[in-house]
C-alpha cells in the first residue's frame, strides 16, 4: 500500500467498526478545534494549530492510538492510566467504547498549551 496523502486517502484503507472509531476521533478533533489544519504526519491523520503539532491517531487491528505529545499525555497521566500506553501514546481497544469525552478534553488542553 502506498503512503495516504490525505487523511482521506487513510481512512479509504479502513472498513467496518474501525472505520467508524476513526471517523469518530476525526470528527470529535475537527469539532474540539475547527482551526485546526488537517494533514498526514508520520503515516497518520495528523493536526497542527498555529503551526505547532496538536493531535494524532491512527487505526491498528486491535485499537486506535492517539498521541497528544509533548504534553497532553503528562496532564491526563490519570485518566489515560487504564489504557494501555506507549511513550506519547495511549491505545483506545476495539472491544471498549471510545472515551471521545476524553480526547476533547485533551484537544483543549493541548490548544491551550499551543495559545498559552
Excluded: C, W
Amino acid at each position: 500500500m502506498s503512503k495516504p496523502e490525505t487523511v482521506d486517502d487513510y481512512l479509504a484503507a479502513f472498513d467496518g467498526d474501525t472505520r467508524a472509531r476513526l471517523d469518530e476521533m476525526r470528527a470529535t478533533i475537527q469539532a474540539a478545534a475547527p482551526e485546526a489544519v488537517e494533514s498526514v504526519a508520520y503515516g497518520m491523520p495528523a493536526y497542527k494549530l498555529d503551526k505547532k503539532p496538536l493531535v494524532y491517531f491512527a487505526g491498528y487491528a486491535g485499537h486506535v492510538g492517539f498521541y497528544a505529545t509533548p504534553n497532553g499525555h503528562e496532564a491526563f497521566a490519570e485518566e489515560f492510566a487504564s489504557y494501555k500506553q506507549g511513550k506519547g501514546s495511549v491505545q483506545f481497544p476495539h472491544d471498549q467504547p471510545l472515551p471521545l469525552d476524553l480526547v476533547r478534553r485533551v484537544v483543549d488542553f493541548r490548544i491551550g498549551a499551543i495559545r498559552g
